[in-house]
């Protein structure tokens, strides 16, 4: 079984910068596709990125692509999402994700696991 806990998340002004964080439990996180995706108030849960398991494959949503950058690292059972340039659209809350078999996927049916959430909040 795999945990996810998510962090980072925050008030910040439109043009800044948040760095989220997801931990992991459990000892297959190595072999985990992890992705991100967000959930904005009486909307869907819509994708944000991707990685695969060794970090050398990452897919992003094109709303983000060039603000946002994912990454992992492996030893530590972290999955990272900088987010710069924010905008107030970017406000949801992020849900950490991670897939058993697979790679990047933007489908929400392909991820197992999922965080509890951390509020985005981006001001104007």
């Known amino acids: 079984q795999v945990q996810l806990v998510e962090s980072g998340g925050g008030l910040v002004q439109a043009g800044g910068s948040l760095r989220l964080s997801c931990a992991a439990s459990?000892?297959?996180?190595?072999?985990?596709?992890m992705g991100w995706f967000r959930q904005a108030p009486g909307k869907e849960r819509d994708f944000v990125s991707a990685?695969?398991?060794?970090?050398?494959?990452?897919y992003y949503a094109d709303s983000v692509k060039g603000r946002f950058t994912i990454s992992r690292d492996n030893a530590k059972n972290t999955v990272s999402l900088q987010m710069n340039s924010l905008k107030p659209e970017d406000t949801a809350l992020y849900y950490c994700?991670?897939?058993?078999?697979?790679?990047?996927?933007?489908?929400?049916?392909?991820?197992?696991?999922w965080g509890q959430g951390t509020q985005v909040t981006v001001s104007s």
């Open positions: 459990g000892r297959t996180f190595s072999r985990l596709t």
């Open positions: 994700a991670g897939r058993l078999f697979g790679g990047t996927s933007s489908l929400r049916m392909d991820y197992r696991y």
């Open positions: 990685i695969n398991w060794t970090g050398g494959s990452t």
